[in-house]
T-cell receptor, first 116, second 111 residues
Framework: GAVVSQHPSWVICKSGTSVKIECRSL??????MFWYRQFPKQSLMLMAT?????????EQGVEKDKFLINHASLTLSTLTVTSAHPEDSSFYIC????????????FGQGTRLTVV | LAKTTQPISMDSYEGQEVNITCSHN???????ITWYQQFPSQGPRFIIQ???TKVTNEVASLFIPADRKSSTLSLPRVSLSDTAVYYC????????????FGTGTRLLVSP
């Protein structure tokens, strides 16, 4: 099956620094990818839709200047958490689909971000 | 996007059949019903998808009544490794629609 890979799997950073998370579709091209955030014992919360070659679409309440998304190619989207703070500590997950329509979504393994 | 309602949690024992029901009263004509499974510290994984009646694969069955206002995920003879959170989603068959997750059902399988 299709594989979506995230890197890194976990990262620890200091407050005020920036962290970049990569999401790759390994065996298919993804014009659209999605970024989620998940806090412990909670559901996935959609942060933004990443569109190849254009600006990301952010969900209400998500700061676009803090969570920078770049979708420079059909197989790579990146999420950069800028000026990270402890409250940004969370589990970040990306998702992509092979094609339009009612096909399954493939999810990355997630990235555990801890800001100290 | 149709909102879904599921039980917050369920308990079961190994070898039992588990049925998780999801309500989606506002489902639209071109909406599909999809279930995902998530283990701790992992991304969700697709289980099954259906539009109406019954769908079965090697992992589970999905039952959808005629009015499509609910659906039931059936896991036959669960094992300890089926302990996970199960999400029911309703999505349109139109382009790359974003997936919005509800609360999910936390299933605990005990020995």
């Amino acid at each position: 099956g299709a594989v979506v890979s995230q890197h890194p799997s976990w990262v620890i950073c200091k407050s005020g620094t920036s962290v970049k998370i990569e999401c790759r579709s390994l065996d298919f091209q993804a014009t659209t990818m999605f970024w989620y955030r998940q806090f412990p014992k909670q559901s996935l919360m959609l942060m933004a839709t990443s569109n190849e070659g254009s600006k990301a679409t952010y969900e209400q309440g998500v700061e676009k200047d803090k969570f920078l998304i770049n979708h420079a190619s059909l197989t790579l989207s990146t999420l950069t958490v800028t000026s990270a703070h402890p409250e940004d500590s969370s589990f970040y997950i990306c998702s992509a689909r092979r094609q339009q329509g009612n096909t399954e979504a493939f999810f990355g393994q997630g990235t555990r971000l801890t800001v100290v | 996007l149709a909102k879904t309602t599921q039980p917050i949690s369920m308990d079961s024992y190994e070898g039992q059949e588990v049925n998780i029901t999801c309500s989606h009263n506002n489902i639209a004509t071109n909406d599909y019903i999809t279930w995902y499974q998530q283990f701790p510290s992992q991304g969700p994984r697709f289980i099954i998808q259906g539009y109406k009646t019954k769908v079965t694969n090697e992992v589970a069955s999905l039952f959808i009544p005629a009015d499509r206002k609910s659906s039931t995920l059936s896991l036959p003879r669960v094992s300890l490794s089926d302990t996970a959170v199960y999400y029911c989603l309703v999505e349109q068959n139109t382009g790359f629609q974003k997936l919005v997750f509800g609360t999910g059902t936390r299933l605990l399988v005990s020995p």
